[in-house]
């Protein structure tokens, strides 16, 4: 019925992105505690130093901030589902020969990379959300002064 030439590419293509996306989800979960600690800087001493400068300067570097972590609040969830969804092919498949040792062991990657998705998700989100109150209130502040 099927011709299992695309079905078996398609099989390995999805398999072999298991290791990279987990690579990819640990390399944003660094960028995303990174960010963390940008964002308590630029809270508690950046911005007071930030009114040094131009307002032009300082919406350019609020509007790569900001969109930076808007990346990482929406790439990390998407990583945590294709963590989640590419081990339980595999592991349902293992199921079905009765080996409950290899379903066990992608279940387990399955709700690590979700669990790591949607923690990356919350801090992009939460930084995101910060930074533009932050980052309004800055330049309303300046924009007022220069008025």
Sequence with gaps: MFDSSPLQFMHLLSNGLLYPVILSLLGITALALWESGLAVGERFGGLTQ?????????????????????????????LGLMGTLIP???????????????????????????????????????????RRRWYDHLLNELEGHAA
């Design 50 to 78: 930030m009114r040094k400068q131009t307002i032009t300067l300082i919406e350019n570097r609020a509007r790569r901030r900001i969109e930076r972590a808007d990346l990482i609040a929406r790439i990390g969830p998407m």
């Design 88 to 130: 339980l092919g595999p592991g349902l498949a293992g199921l079905g020969r009765g080996e409950l040792d290899t379903l066990a062991t992608a279940v387990t990657v399955a709700f690590d990379t979700t669990v790591l998705g949607l923690f990356v998700g919350i801090m992009g989100f939460v930084i995101g959300r910060l």
